[in-house]
Structures are given as C-alpha cells and as structure tokens.
C-alpha cells in the first residue's frame, strides 16, 4: 500500500531535550515537506526536500532540522525544543513538477513540548 | 508575498443542503491551486486541483471547485451535503520550487 508513515504518532518531551520524529514514504516521491498545525494558523511548512541531499527552508524553519541521505526518509530534528513547538507535524510526499503535484500526508505526528 | 485566505473559520449546514467554502489567494503568477479535506485525528487527503485549462475542475466525493482568476478566488462547492463531509477544509497554493501556503481552514458541520 502506497503510504507516507510517520513515527511516532504522539511525543511528550521536556525543554531542550533533543528528538527526531521520523517520516518514510514507499512511493519512490522526489519531493518530501515538513509542516506544522496549530489552531488558526493553518498547515505551515517547515522544510522541504525536491531530492536526495537537497533542502530548503519553508516559512518556519526556525528551531527545526532536516536531512534527506535517503530518497524514502525525511526525517525533522529538533535539537533543543521549546513550549512553542507544541504543535501537530506532518510530513508529505510527492513527485516534483514545481509546485503542481499532489501531496500526500502522513497521519500526523502529536508532539507536547514541557 | 503569496498567501491563501479562508474567510470562513466555521461552517454550519444542513445534510442535503448545498455548499460553497471560499477561497482567496495572493501570487503573481498563475498558481497550482488544491482543495484538502482533513476529517478528525486524520492526515490530509486531496480533493481536487487546478493547474490550466478548464477554469472548472471536478474533484472526489461529489465536489467541484472554479478558478477565477479575476476575482483571484477558488470556491469549493458541493451541490448537496452528506453528514460524512463534516470535516476541515484546506485550501492551497503551490508555487515554483514546490513551496505551497495553507489557508488557515474552514471547519464544516453538518446538522441531519
């Protein structure tokens, strides 16, 4: 089945304690993205990645890392989270034609931040 | 700088009843334009595009969306409503460099 996985689903962490939450897709996808949900403000995006060791800034990138070593894995390191990174992070595949594809979306990843 | 504006942040209709969700967006160039839907505890999933061409495009689930590009809008609509489309609407631009801005959603209820 064609799917973007995230793990994992729900995190509570502390203040400055370094995480991963990682992201695959089985689609062989060029493009992969990053984004957050908070109420009012809609999905903003993180990071994305249009291929293997490239990456580039969204619209709130702060606070927030990526890497791409692997075209099926994108996974988003926080190294020092904050309270304001309590959100809801989704990450998102697709083949790449400049902005024209269909994403698709990872269940969702619920991260609590003390 | 581009961005989407939902006016709606809640919609309230009756099963069977009709619906529009509005959508507005900001970008110089012709844009990539997408229509989600994100029922509870979900990820989202993709109701319909528009790319060129027909200014009228159809979607999954009985819905169809219309592009115009004077107004810089594309409204969403269904010509009657299920209980099972209560849901979270997005709708988004997707610009050059595969960069794409969310609308803020509109939140649909349906009443039986």
């Known amino acids: 089945e064609a799917q973007v996985t995230q793990n994992p689903r729900y995190l509570i962490t502390v203040t400055g304690k370094k995480l991963t939450v990682t992201c695959s897709q089985n689609?062989?996808?060029?493009?992969m993205s990053w984004y957050r949900q908070d109420p009012g403000l809609g999905l903003r995006q993180i990071y994305y990645?249009?291929?293997?060791?490239?990456?580039d800034k969204g619209d709130v990138p702060e606070g927030y890392k990526v890497s791409r070593k692997e075209k099926r894995n994108f996974p988003l390191i926080l190294e020092s989270p904050s309270p304001n990174q309590t959100s809801l992070y989704f990450c998102?595949?697709?083949?790449?034609?400049?902005?024209?594809?269909?994403?698709?979306f990872g269940p969702g990843t619920r991260l609590t931040v003390l | 700088a581009q961005s989407v504006t939902q006016p709606d942040i809640h919609i309230t209709v009756s099963e069977g009843a009709s619906l529009e969700l509005r959508c507005n967006y900001s970008?110089?160039?012709?844009?990539?334009l997408f229509w989600y839907v994100q029922s509870p505890g979900q990820g989202l999933q993709l109701l319909l595009k528009?790319?060129?061409?027909?200014?009228l495009v159809q979607g999954i689930k009985g819905f169809e969306a219309e592009f115009k590009r004077s107004q810089s809008s594309f409204n969403l609509r269904k010509p009657s409503v299920h209980w099972s489309d209560a849901a979270e609407y997005f709708c988004?631009?997707?610009?050059?460099?595969?960069?794409?801005?969310f609308g803020t959603g509109t939140s649909l209820t349906v009443i039986p």
């Open positions: 998102a595949s697709s083949t790449y034609s400049g902005g024209a594809d269909t994403q698709y």
């Open positions: 689609m062989n996808h060029e493009y």
């Open positions: 990645s249009m291929n293997v060791e490239v990456t």
């Open positions: 970008y110089g160039a012709t844009p990539y």
């Open positions: 528009y790319f060129s061409g027909d200014t």
């Open positions: 988004a631009v997707g610009v050059r460099g595969n960069q794409f801005y």
